[in-house]
T-cell receptor, first 110, second 114 residues
């Protein structure tokens, strides 16, 4: 099957904005999701966007969706060292199923 | 309470052992999931239980046997595993099994098969 694609690594300085990009495959996904995984931990749902929206803002997080290009991005404003983690985007190709991207490791340096 | 709990946190087992992983949620969610996550890889769906009935089995080998004794509990019984089954096993739940219901994940059980 086709993969959900993400860049593997992003390094930023504390206080900068981070932008994590994702290209998904299933145009019928009703929702698209961003999850965060800290080392040795499970996944934490950060935010999600309904497929008929093109932007959603939630405190420091901004999700942009370009449905024509199947491109999803997550912007984290004022990035903190506690934001260092792996970020997975996920599409929803069917009933009860999530397909995750390979994950982007975000490293925030002081 | 928005928590999914999993026990044990870590498990080391031999290839001839039988063990079980446990998952619990008290959010009234009616769908529960098992995922397998290998190092530096995304989670891969194994099983979905919908209203306590197995609804999706992603061609998982029979050495993994899921069980849903009630709406709050999900078990994964392990038997005759292989070293390549070593991974982080994640449980998740969602309010309903339909599209668009957020899945909440537990912290995982890190399994090592020797």
């Amino acid at each position: 099957g086709e993969d959900v694609e993400q860049s593997l690594f992003l390094s930023v300085r504390e206080g900068d904005s981070s932008v994590i990009n994702c290209t998904y495959t299933d145009s019928s996904s009703t929702y698209l999701y961003w999850y965060k995984q800290e080392p040795g931990a499970g996944l934490q749902l950060l935010t999600y966007i309904f497929s008929n929206m093109d932007m959603k803002q939630d405190q420091r997080l901004t999700v942009l969706l370009n449905k024509k290009d199947k491109h999803l991005s997550l912007r984290i404003a004022d990035t903190q060292t506690g934001d260092s983690a792996i970020y997975f985007c996920a599409e929803e190709p069917g009933y009860s199923t999530l397909t995750f991207g390979k994950g982007t490791m975000l490293l925030v340096s002081p | 309470d928005t928590e999914v709990t999993q026990t044990p946190k870590h498990l080391v087992m031999g290839m001839t052992n039988k063990k079980s992983l446990k998952c619990e949620q008290h959010m009234g969610h009616r769908a529960m999931y098992w995922y397998k996550q290998k190092a530096k890889k995304p989670p891969e769906l194994m099983f979905v239980y919908s209203y306590e009935k197995l609804s999706i089995n992603e061609s998982v080998p029979s050495r993994f046997s899921p069980e849903c004794p009630n709406s709050s509990l999900l078990n994964l019984h392990l038997h005759a595993l292989q070293p390549e089954d070593s991974a982080l096993y994640l449980c998740a739940s969602s309010q309903e099994p339909d599209r668009g219901h957020e899945q909440y994940f537990g912290p995982g059980t890190r399994l090592t098969v020797t």
